[in-house]
């Protein structure tokens, strides 16, 4: 494929490197790393601190964005003075001369609303499910008027749209490089994510008490009211926070874990927490929704168990000894390797850019 120019969009919701903007962060590092290294020319916009690592970024100034997830159906769009959002898009404008396509990872409303206004074609990496009327309508409009445009990271995820046949897989990957596989593990099991009610954190404590198996929780304290609120419902649980770690050192503490706990009360749009175990070897248990049900073999790579119980999540825990962990390294090496789905963003671009020629020919 001929050499891109990409613009790469973050969310306005936190800094790169803060943890706040959950798996968007690893996903455009990813994606982001794996395409300049198929030698694409990649620059990333993100809010003023963020880190680029190393590669090309422009920083722009503004008051965050609060996250979509924490508003009701009919919330309205909300944009405060001086938003980091609508100041990275008006980057956006000034520069999009200079580059062939633009990759947003935003979920919010005036990406998608500047879309048709856009002399760019504009690809948007949709993060979450269904979660707000206007978040809905304005993304369905875009799907319908830019045709393939809307990318998914899970089929569960399109199926929370009334859109779901218009949104392109496109899965998830990471460098397998970056984590080490991990035969032995220790005792414990872990929890790793966002601790924030949509986590349903609370249904892996209560495991853990139940079962008397010691419980590692890593992640960004996002909630710290739901978090004390635990602590509080569960005062003698053998949990512990370890804290919000950099990849290297979460990959360090994941391969010790005999399981990872998935226990979302949303529809986890994928779960990058899901493949990052599984490349230490580590199975995973998972309520059977969302991405981890489409990620984890029943039986193979993990355990997949009825949402909400807890007598499921403790079942699955005294049968990790049928899992082999290499099985579920090489789940994630087959499917959702880098080099894997970079072969898929690149085959979206390819259709994208094609699809943009031929209706410029049209007009
Ligand atoms: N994460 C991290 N350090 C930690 C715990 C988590 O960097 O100590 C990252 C993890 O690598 C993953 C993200 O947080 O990429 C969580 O993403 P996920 O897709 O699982 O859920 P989201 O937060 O997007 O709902």
Same mark, same amino acid.
Request: net charge negative; charged share 20%.
């Given at each position: 494929m001929n050499s891109l120019r990409l613009l790469l969009v973050s969310s306005p919701?936190? @800094? /790169? =490197?803060? +943890? @706040?903007?959950g798996g968007i962060e690893l996903t455009l590092r990813n994606i982001a790393g794996e395409l300049a290294g198929r030698g694409h020319h990649i620059t990333i916009v993100a809010? $003023?601190?963020?880190? +680029?690592w190393g590669m090309p970024l422009v920083e722009i100034a503004g008051t965050l964005q609060s996250s979509?997830?924490?508003? =009701?159906?009919d919330a309205p769009i909300i944009i405060p003075a001086s938003s980091v959002l609508a100041n990275m898009w008006d980057y956006v404008r000034q520069v $999009? &001369? !200079?580059? %062939?396509l633009i990759l947003n990872f935003a979920y919010d409303w005036l990406p998608f609303y500047l879309t048709p206004f856009l002399r760019r074609p504009v690809a948007h990496l949709v993060s979450?499910?269904? /979660?707000t009327d206007a978040m809905d309508e304005i993304i369905e409009k875009v799907a319908i008027e830019f045709p393939g445009t809307i990318g998914v990271h899970s089929q569960a995820q399109a199926k929370? #749209?009334? #859109? *779901? %046949?218009?949104c392109r897989w496109l899965g998830n990957g990471i460098d397998l490089s970056d984590y080490d596989f991990c035969l032995e593990p220790e005792s414990w099991v872990g929890w790793v994510g966002r601790? *924030?009610? !949509?986590? +349903? @954190?609370e249904d892996a404590v209560a495991a853990s008490k139940l079962t008397g198996v010691p419980l590692k929780i890593m992640g960004v304290l996002q909630d710290k009211g739901y978090w004390q609120k635990i602590l509080w419902d569960y005062p003698d649980a053998p949990i512990g926070y370890q804290g919000f770690f950099s990849t290297a050192e979460l990959q360090k503490r994941l391969g010790q874990c005999r399981a990872l706990l998935m226990t979302p009360?949303?529809? !986890?749009?994928? +779960?990058?927490v899901a493949i990052e175990a599984l490349a230490c070897g580590v199975p995973v248990i998972a309520?059977?929704? =969302? &991405?981890p049900a489409e990620i984890v073999e029943d039986g193979k790579t993990g355990f997949l168990v009825e949402p909400n119980s807890i007598g499921g999540l403790i079942d699955a825990m005294g049968k990790l %000894? !049928?899992?082999?962990r290499y099985t579920c390294r090489q789940r994630v090496a087959a499917m959702y390797s880098n080099t894997a789905m970079g072969d898929r963003m690149e085959q979206w671009f390819n259709d994208i850019l094609s699809r943009n020629l031929e209706k410029g020919s049209r007009e």
């Open positions: 919701v936190g @800094l /790169l =490197g803060s +943890g @706040l903007t809010p $003023q601190g963020s880190t +680029g979509a997830q924490t508003q =009701g159906r $999009q &001369g !200079e580059y %062939d979450m499910g269904s /979660l929370t #749209f009334t #859109f *779901a %046949d218009c601790i *924030a009610p !949509e986590k +349903g @954190l009360r949303w529809v !986890e749009a994928f +779960g990058n309520y059977c929704n =969302g &991405g %000894d !049928e899992i082999d």
